[in-house]
Structure formats: structure tokens, C-alpha cells
């Protein structure tokens, strides 16, 4: 089991912009933080997005937090909140419902029609809110767990994987070729459940390595996705592309 991180407050000061409104109202990702240890929250994963140009300044911090509550496994994962934030004015304060898949270590953020998110603008923020959208977020991750257990009793087809592999290739401009998206990595993942399925692909498309098309044409390697920013775009897209499969 991958330890639980318990990082300082200080590794994520703030840093204030300048030429925001004046009813915006910076929240700090280190007091947010605070609020969340408070309420038993630890952070397990932590990045900062910077802007190209060479500015010091952050503009965007990705926290993968855990609930004490929640440090067990159901169905093989552990349900987790990805908290973003900005000081720069670029985003709200949004809290995602996230799952840790234990046997591979990835993480990976759950998203549908019935699955709870949060976005809180910068002008009415307040520690209450802050609490209250993270246990309604946390809850929203615990049960879309258990509906993990719909997707192990999903069995599909290979025509319908290799459907889903070519959609998730398009994710990444359709370079990838989709076979080599459900190369399987665990004997674990073999069968052609709807969850095996999807985690074949998330892990391969993210992880890269596998057999790609460069831009002029050539055959070659995927590199996998680093960013978290791109990470959480491409595990949203999945998680959409599978309820379809449903």
C-alpha cells in the first residue's frame, strides 16, 4: 500500500497576484489545507501547475487527498478528492470525486451525471463551505466505489473494447493505436469486464509505451501523460466514455 504522504503547510505558500478584482478573495491553498487536516483529510499527491513564460509565481496547485475515514479499500480502490485551486484567478476552488486503484497505484477521478463535484468561486468562500463541499465530494467518491462493482459485472465484447480503445485513442488525436491500448499488464485485467477494460486503457494511455503514430507519420513509443492537469482531463473523458458502455 503506497504510504500516505503528511506534507507541510509551508511546501504550498501562496503566492498573491496582482490585477484581480476587487471582490475577489484569495484563498490560499495552505488554508484550505488546514481546514481539510482538520476535518482528518491528508494529502496523499501534491503538483503545481506553472504558466509557460518563465514566471515564478504559481498559478495552480493539484491535491490528491484521502479521508482517515477512507484508508481501507473497497473493491480493490480507495476514494480520494483531487482538490484544485489558483491565487491568480484562473480557476475556482473545485473539488473532484477521485478512486486509487491499489493494485497498479494509479489514481484515476470518477465523474457523471450523479457523482458530486464542487466549484466555488473566489468571492464566497468561507471555512463552512470549504468542509461541507468536501464531505459532500468524499461521500460522492465512497459510492462511486461501490459502483465500481457495476462495472466488474459488466461483461462486454472485444468488439466492444476495441470500440472503447479507438474512442480513448481519439483522446489523444486518434495517434494511438487501439490494440495496443488493451495490452494488459496484470493477469488480474484479462477478462473482458467493463472495469478490466477501462483500466487496461487508462493505465496505457496515461502511462504511455505503448505503439503510437508520430506526428510525420512514423511509427514509435507513446510518452505518457505528466501533467496532472492533462491527467484529470484524460481520467474525466474516460470515466465518461465508459458510463456509456454501461
Known amino acids: 500500500m503506497t504510504e500516505v504522504l503528511d506534507l507541510p503547510v509551508s511546501a504550498l505558500d501562496a503566492l498573491k497576484y496582482e490585477k484581480l478584482s476587487d471582490r475577489y478573495q484569495v484563498i490560499e491553498t495552505k488554508d484550505v489545507l488546514e481546514i481539510m487536516r482538520e476535518q482528518g483529510f491528508r494529502v496523499t499527491q501534491a503538483n503545481t501547475l506553472k504558466p509557460r513564460k518563465r514566471d515564478p509565481r504559481v498559478v495552480k496547485h493539484f491535491l490528491r487527498m484521502r479521508h482517515e475515514s477512507h484508508m481501507g479499500a473497497l473493491n480493490g480502490t480507495i476514494p480520494e478528492i483531487l482538490l484544485i485551486n ?48 468536501a464531505m459532500k465530494v468524499i461521500k460522492a467518491a465512497s459510492e ?17 473494447a476495441l470500440q472503447f480503445a479507438k474512442e480513448a485513442s481519439d483522446i489523444r488525436g486518434g495517434k494511438i493505436d487501439p490494440k495496443a491500448l488493451l495490452t494488459c499488464r496484470r493477469d488480474e485485467d484479462k477478462e473482458n469486464t467493463l472495469w478490466n477494460v477501462f483500466n487496461r486503457v487508462q493505465e496505457n494511455l496515461i502511462r504511455g509505451g505503448v505503439e503510437g503514430v508520430s506526428p510525420n507519420g512514423r511509427r514509435t513509443r507513446t510518452l505518457g501523460i505528466k501533467a496532472m492537469g492533462s491527467t484529470v482531463k484524460t481520467n474525466l473523458k474516460l470515466w465518461d466514455l465508459a458510463e456509456n458502455y454501461l
Open 86 to 133: 489558483s491565487h491568480d484567478g484562473s480557476t475556482s476552488l473545485r473539488m473532484e470525486a477521485g478512486l486509487f486503484r491499489m493494485v497498479c497505484s494509479n489514481g484515476l477521478i470518477v465523474k457523471s451525471q450523479d457523482i458530486y463535484s464542487s466549484r466555488t468561486r473566489h468571492i464566497d468562500v468561507t471555512e463552512e463551505r470549504v468542509v461541507t463541499e
Open 144 to 160: 462511486s466505489a461501490r459502483r465500481v462493482e457495476i462495472f466488474m459485472g459488466k461483461v462486454i465484447t472485444d468488439v466492444d
